[in-house]
């Protein structure tokens, strides 16, 4: 992973459907029950980052300090998933970082930094899930079904690519807490070796 995230200032290319694919290909082994929500939030996620997930950063915080007093310790799973196929965002899993941190003071700065440093737009959120669309249409991704696939994609447009939650499988089964941290802070926080 180091060697990966070395290259940051490696453009990301949204529309190439390669990087996205396999990246998309890696969570659905980690989650095999993803729906096409959950695909659609992580293309979300690594294009847009996390600026839409922070009102302010008092309520940021707060709302962080409760969720994590909320977790259990948990080390059997990676503390962080990586987002984006240049390797630029990371998924800060609560519950391992929780069993190996006592706190999380020093988190809150570097993820609150981290809404300024990716700035994707809706354009390529757009262009990267039709990208995956094709891909399922043209059988590369399998287990989900043309109707299915044509209606998310209907209330996509309706909706204008709007950020979403997960699916209720991907909640109840996998239970996800985490938060959105740059590569940019891994290293100054002893994140390396944790992904």
Do not use: C
């Amino acid at each position: 992973m180091l060697r990966k995230m070395a290259n940051l200032t490696m453009p990301m290319t949204p529309a190439d459907p390669s990087l996205w694919l396999d990246l998309i290909y890696q969570h659905l082994g980690w989650y095999p029950l993803m729906e096409l929500a959950d695909i659609y939030k992580l293309i979300y996620q690594g294009v847009m980052g996390p600026e839409h997930m922070v009102a302010t950063q008092q309520e940021f915080t707060r709302r962080l300090e409760v969720e994590f007093e909320s977790q259990l310790q948990d080390d059997g799973h990676p503390v962080l998933e990586v987002i984006r196929p240049d390797f630029q965002l990371f998924r800060l899993n609560l519950r391992p970082y929780k069993a190996s941190h006592t706190g999380i003071d020093e988190l809150i700065p570097a993820m609150l930094a981290t809404t300024k440093l990716i700035t994707g737009t809706l354009d390529d959120v757009r262009a990267v899930w039709l990208d995956f669309s094709n891909d399922v249409e043209q059988g590369r991704i399998s287990g989900f079904s043309s109707s299915l696939r044509d209606g998310f994609n209907n209330w996509l447009d309706q909706q204008s690519y709007p950020p979403i939650h997960h699916s209720e499988v991907y909640t109840r089964e996998y239970r996800p807490a985490y938060r959105l941290i740059s590569s940019k802070f891994i290293v100054d926080l002893g994140l390396v070796d944790a992904g």
